[in-house]
């Protein structure tokens, strides 16, 4: 086998074809522009390809523990190269705004809205048609041609990486077993340390009674916050409200894989749940940094492909989610100190047991 043929790489070389040079009036920095472009298809590929794997094990009745390794893996992986897309933009600055005016208008009306990869990366991760923020007016896949947005289409039909990971912590068995509900020892876990710290703030010889006011109002809000967990009624209506995506059986299980983390049993869940995080905010990381290249190089001016530039970018680094549920589980862990003990045969359930 030769290196060459093997890489393909007599097509590969092929592919950059600047515009500049075809129209007569070569614009140097185009290259880079093209090369920039192109590995980042080629690195949505490889994304694509791993949750290929992911999914393919979270859409099982059952997800083995030893194929949860290999899911976590290609997760990480997954950050990996998002990381790497994120400092490509740093090359990518190294074409001033004037270098990019040079063929700007060639590129017209090409847009990366026309990635159909990056569109189906959004979908199989899990962000929905309904929580994208508007784009002109059209709906985010109009400017696709149409066997790519009816390509896009049928994945949205399909089940997304979040849903699968919702049936998934869904099925936690820890989170009941035999006569422990951690529901119940968590919620009486968490009055005792509100309780705890009332007295604190009251019995406190040093704050006034408005300061005492103003703080024993913050832990009322706080105890409101957790019944959007703990309390059916309360999590229905804010999951009508959009603030919930998981099912609560889902979050509950999702915070015991948060609190019992150092347990064999819960280590390699919580490893998957945090490569989830990192996914989402590396992507979050990415959007803004493109955001602020676009600003860098066009300033306030309209984008190539008709899009109102920066503050569209901007704002769908903040809007364009798929994983906040996880994110917010941080507003319900309690110190390690709080912590309800695991009783004797959950704990043992949760280990590994090495015999002669």
Not at 223 to 250: K, V
């Amino acid at each position: 086998m030769n290196y060459a043929d093997y890489l393909k790489l007599g097509t590969l070389l092929s592919l950059q074809d600047p515009e500049s040079n075809r129209k007569g009036k070569p614009a140097h920095d185009e290259m880079l522009f093209i090369v920039i472009h192109q590995a980042y298809e080629l690195w949505f590929r490889q994304i694509l390809y791993e949750l290929d794997l992911i999914q393919d094990i979270f859409g099982g009745r059952v997800v083995d523990d030893a194929d949860l390794g290999r899911a976590v893996n290609a997760a990480e992986r997954i950050v990996r190269i998002e990381q790497l897309l994120v400092a490509q933009v740093d090359i990518l600055e190294t074409m001033t705004p004037m270098d990019f005016l040079e063929f700007r208008d060639l590129l017209m009306p090409a847009s990366g809205f026309q990635s159909e990869q990056f569109r189906l990366l959004e979908i199989r991760l899990g962000l929905k048609r309904e929580e994208r923020l508007p784009f002109n007016d059209a709906s985010y896949d109009a400017s696709l041609e149409e066997p790519a947005r009816a390509r896009v289409r049928a994945a949205e039909e399909r089940p997304s990486l979040r849903e699968q990971v919702d049936a998934w912590l869904s099925r936690t068995p820890f989170v009941d077993h035999g006569g422990f509900h951690f529901r119940d020892a968590y919620a009486r876990a968490l009055e005792e340390m509100l309780a705890h710290d009332m007295k604190q703030i009251t019995d406190h010889p040093h704050l006034s009674q408005v300061e005492k006011d103003v703080q024993l109002a913050s832990l009322q809000k706080s105890r409101a916050m957790f019944d959007g967990l703990l309390d059916d009624a309360r999590y229905e209506e804010l999951r009508a409200q959009g603030t919930w995506t998981f099912s609560r059986r889902a979050l509950q299980a999702a915070l015991f894989l948060f609190l019992y983390r150092d347990e064999p049993a819960a280590s390699a869940a919580f490893r998957m749940l945090k490569a989830l995080m990192d996914i989402d905010e590396t992507m979050a990381l990415w959007r803004l940094r493109h955001a602020l290249m676009v600003s860098r190089m066009l300033g306030r001016k309209v984008g190539t492909g008709g899009s109102s530039g920066y503050d569209y970018l901007r704002a769908t680094a903040d809007r364009h989610r798929a994983y906040n549920d996880l994110f917010a589980i941080a507003t319900f862990l309690i110190p390690r100190s709080a912590l309800p003990p695991l009783p004797e045969d959950v704990r043992r359930a949760m280990r590994y047991r090495y015999e002669a």
